[in-house]
Each structure stands twice: as C-alpha cells, then as structure tokens.
C-alpha cells in the first residue's frame, strides 16, 4: 500500500486565491513526521513545512500552512494568497518514527500552476 | 549560509560507463541522504550516512550502485556499468543530527544522469 497519497495530478489557481494540496497518509506508528517540499523547475527540492504527530496545532509558516487530521491521517497543505512563484510541483513526505535517521517515503507530487 | 551543492548538474553517460556523483552536504551536517527521482515520480531512498558510517543502504537498486563518505561529510554515489534504466535525477540531503523527530533534510538541487 501506498504510505503517502497524493490525489491531485495537476491543479490550477488564480493569482492571489487560496489552494490547498491533498495529502494522505498510511502508518501504523504513532510518532511520525510529515513534511512538505516545493520543487521548481531548477529541481532543487525546497522544504516547506514540517508537522509532527504528536503537535496539538496546525503548523503554519508565512503563506504555508499544513491542516492536520490524525484521525483522518490527511495533511493537506494550504497556500494563501498565491504567486506566480508558488508555480511547482509540490511534494508531501513521510517520517516513520522519531529518530532523524529515518529516509522520508515521497508521494508521487501534485504540479500547482498559478494563473495570472 | 551554504546549502547543499552537487555536481555535476547534468551527466550523459554511455551505457555500460561508470559514473561518480559528488554532494557536498552543509557543513556540521551529521546525516546525508541519497535518493534517486525517476520522471514524473517523488524521490525514492537509496542509503544514508551517519557521519562516515553507512547505516543504512537498503535502497540501492542493486550491487552496481555504490556510495561513500570517506571523512564524513562529502559524499560520492558510484554507479558502474550504467544502464539505461539508471537515468533518473539523483538528490543528495543533509540534516544536522541523527535524532530528532523535527530534524529536517535539506536538499541539493540534484544531478540529472542520462544513459544512452
């Protein structure tokens, strides 16, 4: 089974309207984290956001926040106020346990275009 | 400060020739990733450093791929006799410890192999 689920193929948003990204998740560990990365064209893989299983909140980071549903394990990233520049393919990750050693299992990408 | 760095950026490779990717992780990073992105995919892991001690190298698609970190911070992915199944982009992360839930892996901008 797929351990991060990324529905979304391509999606499209007006210039300076909100967009969320879809992203669901498969483990049976309960300390996990979960991270977002932007890869523009250059391919350099640009990390975003990080939420950890166990935070109480949203984690938020200037236009880029992360809604959190455990109980639904979906981790869907939310981009206010868009830019031409947020035009990327954008990924969600998975960590598996606590320690820092662990690689992240990608899912397969979701390509955002931001329409002037 | 200074990110993560690769070379070379692009890499055309007959099949059948050897091929050393180097990454050059930021510096005091304790852990370095690689993983290799096929088109249209996420990154999938390949091996992971600690230091100069390779934990972890069950990702590697097979005995033709071969990596090291002599001195614990660069590091060079060899691939030998190449294949054209081998082409993919091939990333190199760093994170500054081995521990951590919240330690996040910073990315190079990655090195496009072509095998014809």
């Known amino acids: 089974a797929q351990k991060i689920t990324q529905t979304q193929p391509g999606m499209f948003v007006q210039e300076k309207e909100a967009v969320t990204l879809d992203c669901t998740y498969d483990t049976s560990d309960p300390s996990y984290g979960l991270f977002w990365y932007k890869q523009p064209s250059s391919g350099e893989m640009i990390f975003l956001i990080y939420q950890g299983s166990y935070d109480q909140q949203n984690a938020t980071e200037g236009r880029y926040s992360l809604n959190f549903q455990k109980a639904r394990k979906s981790a869907n990233l939310v981009i206010s106020a868009s830019q031409l520049g947020d035009s990327a393919m954008y990924f969600c990750?998975?960590?598996?346990?606590?320690?820092?050693?662990?690689?992240?299992?990608f899912g397969k990408g979701t390509r955002l275009s931001v329409i002037a | 400060g200074a990110g993560v760095s690769q070379s070379p950026r692009y890499k055309v490779a007959k099949r059948g020739q050897d091929v050393a990717l180097r990454c050059d992780p930021i510096s005091g990073h304790v852990s370095l990733f690689w993983y290799q992105q096929a088109l249209g995919q996420g990154p999938e892991f390949l091996t992971y450093?600690?230091?100069?001690?390779?934990?972890?190298k069950s990702g590697l698609p097979s005995d033709r791929f071969f990596a090291e970190r002599p001195e614990g911070s660069v590091s060079t992915l060899k691939i030998q006799r190449t294949q054209q199944e081998d082409s993919a982009v091939y990333l190199c992360?760093?994170?500054?410890?081995?521990?951590?839930?919240?330690?996040?892996?910073?990315f190079g901008p990655g090195t496009r192999l072509t095998v014809l």
């Open positions: 992360a760093s994170s500054l410890r081995s521990f951590g839930d919240t330690d996040t892996q910073y």
């Open positions: 450093f600690q230091n100069e001690a390779q934990l972890d």
């Open positions: 990750a998975m960590r598996e346990g606590n320690s820092g050693n662990t690689p992240l299992v």
